[in-house]
């Protein structure tokens, strides 16, 4: 949750190998099988040697409130939380974090990976860096820029009042938001915080700290998963699928749950010549994972007692059922999609490959098209450091009462900032003297130009190349389904007004105006 609304401009989220750059959080483990805590973990993905100094990622306990009274048992903090000044992501574009450098983690993960530890990585704090807490509700959060905190000299300073350490309460007033230190009367303040990826799932009433609810993994009351592991990276929530939620209610699932696999762990047979984990899927509660699309589509009252009142239909609109990860019918030699420390998890027995990358797709569609281009000749001019007025859950700004004036928020977070992190970096000499110029310039668009294909004939309608009739009834059909291939006058919508475009440009043959998609 947040206590304002990010005013950014366009939903921007963007990918890329070789001169694009971004990064995410890509999977964590942070309770291993028994007392195993040497396997905890957290890794990034993104640009490969991409620089991470100024970066941190934090682990975020909500609390609990069993008796949901607004009183929390357990106040919520900060975990743990790690600086990531010095570092780089590896060759391959990953980095793995470790509780124990020495141990197994280390020697299992794949060796173009950076691995660095905990408690060399530890934000200096009156404790000690230790284990991951278990239970309770769990908030993972990577930033680039926090209050009271700046770079020089490559490294981190820490000025008075800073408060993105462990042991820190994020959430006096325990109201599922980060603070600004306005509720308490304290000079600690965690917000405006620039977040660059997050995760959260909630357990025994305790709260979430992410910018949207879109972010949090539906109803996990009574299931703390030990792991997680990203297959996806969506612009946008794609609402592929649904849940039962606590209430018995069917409800779309969030964009957590189609971009990951989580669950219980379980360790794979020791004779292996290194310790190898997978989820568990043995375990009461099975391993979740994004919508099937491919599986059957149910009928399904509007409020159901449970999953078990929806029946197979041809004429169904939910899909319930999750991607397979379990082989052999769930025996332990067999669990379903290991974890790989460092290095993409696909697993060709579940027909999974995890999300890479796209040069120049900045609305993370899985391509680069004229949508790109649209959206980074919008943003030339845009910095990582734009600020915004901070608005609160009613658009109302957020007023620092020491000044009177609203809060600054950074403008651009989540795919929003790794967005116009992919776009300036479309050409990495556009600076003085050949660097990196921190804002989106002319340069980075001619070099997404040069990158993505030119647009197709718009009466080419299945997309074979040729201007036949054949793509008559081709139009039909996307404009049936709403594909917006079938939007030949390009006004953002597929309508009626469509088919008069279309005819006129069948009739100019070769010779007609091209379209993207």
Same mark, same amino acid.
């Given at each position: ?40 973990? $957290? ?5 490969? *040697? ?23 048992? !357990? ?9 990531? &000044? ?12 470790? *509780?124990?450098? $020495?141990? &197994? ?23 000690? %860096? /230790? ?82 609810? @879109?972010?949090?993994? !539906? ?19 794609? #609402? ?25 762990? +379980? ?15 043995? &375990?009461?509660? +099975? ?11 149910? @009928? ?15 004429? /169904?609109? $939910? ?13 332990? !030699? ?10 993409? #998890? ?24 004229? =949508?790109?281009?649209?959206?980074? #000749?919008? !943003? ?11 608005? &609160? ?33 479309? @050409? ?28 197709? +004939?718009?009466?080419?309608? #299945? ?27 390009? =006004? ?12 006129? %440009?069948?009739?100019?043959?070769? *010779? ?6």
């Amino acid at each position: 949750m947040q206590k304002r609304h990010i005013a950014a401009a366009a939903l921007l989220v963007a990918a890329g190998q070789g001169a694009s750059a971004q990064v995410v959080i890509n999977e964590a483990m942070h309770d291993p099988p028994g007392a195993e805590t040497a396997w905890e973990f $957290f890794e990034l993905y993104g640009r490969p *040697n991409m620089d991470l100094t100024g970066y941190a990622i934090a682990c975020v306990k909500g609390g609990s409130d069993l008796n949901g009274d607004g009183v929390p048992e !357990s106040p919520a903090e900060i975990d743990e939380a790690f600086s990531l &000044d010095g570092l780089s992501l590896g060759a391959d574009g990953f980095l793995v974090l470790v *509780n124990d450098p $020495f141990g &197994d983690v280390p020697d299992y993960t794949h060796p173009t990976a950076t691995i660095a530890d905990f408690a060399a990585q530890h934000i200096p704090t009156i404790d000690t %860096a /230790g284990n991951l807490a278990n239970g309770d509700s769990t908030t993972y959060l990577l930033v680039r820029a926090r209050p009271n905190h700046s770079i020089s000299g490559g490294a981190s300073v820490y000025a008075p009042g800073y408060s993105f350490r462990k042991d820190v309460n994020p959430d006096v007033d325990y109201d599922g938001k980060l603070d600004f230190g306005i509720e308490s009367g304290s000079p600690l303040a965690l917000d405006p915080l620039q977040i660059v990826d997050d995760i959260a799932w909630s357990d025994n009433g305790g709260k979430e700290y992410v910018r949207s609810s @879109d972010q949090e993994i !539906s109803d996990t009351q009574g299931f703390d998963p030990d792991a997680l592991s990203r297959v996806n990276y969506f612009g946008t929530n794609p #609402n592929a699928g649904n849940r039962i939620n606590s209430d018995m209610e069917v409800v779309r699932t969030r964009s957590a749950d189609e971009e990951f696999i989580y669950g219980e762990i +379980l360790r794979l047979p020791p004779n292996r010549p290194l310790p190898e984990y997978g989820f568990d899927p043995l &375990d009461m509660a +099975l391993p979740k994972a994004p919508t099937n699309l491919s599986g059957p589509l149910y @009928d399904c009252p509007p409020s159901p007692t449970g999953e078990g009142d929806c029946t197979v239909s041809g004429s /169904g609109t $939910f899909r319930f059922d999750d991607i397979t990860i379990v082989t052999n019918a769930g025996t332990p !030699s067999e669990t379903g999609f290991n974890m790989t420390p460092g290095t993409f #998890n696909d697993d060709a027995r579940f027909g999974i490959a995890q999300f890479r990358f796209v040069l120049a797709d900045f609305n993370f569609d899985g391509e680069a098209n004229g =949508d790109d281009l649209t959206l980074i #000749n919008a !943003s030339v001019g845009a910095t990582l450091d734009d600020r915004t007025d901070c608005l &609160d859950e009613f658009g109302a700004p957020i007023i620092d009462p020491g000044t009177g004036m609203p809060f600054q928020c950074y403008a651009y977070e989540g795919r929003a900032f790794n967005g116009i992190e992919a776009m300036r970096w479309m @050409d990495p000499t556009d600076g003085p003297g050949g660097t990196n110029d921190p804002a989106v310039t002319v340069f980075d668009v001619m070099a997404a130009e040069a990158v993505i294909p030119t647009g197709r +004939l718009c009466a080419d309608q #299945n997309m074979d190349g040729f201007v036949s009739p054949a793509d008559f009834s081709a139009w039909v059909a996307n404009f049936n389904v709403m594909n917006p291939v079938a939007d030949v006058n390009q =006004d953002g919508s597929v309508s009626p007004a469509d088919f008069s475009a279309w005819v006129a %440009a069948f009739n100019q043959g070769a *010779n007609g105006p091209t379209c993207n998609p």
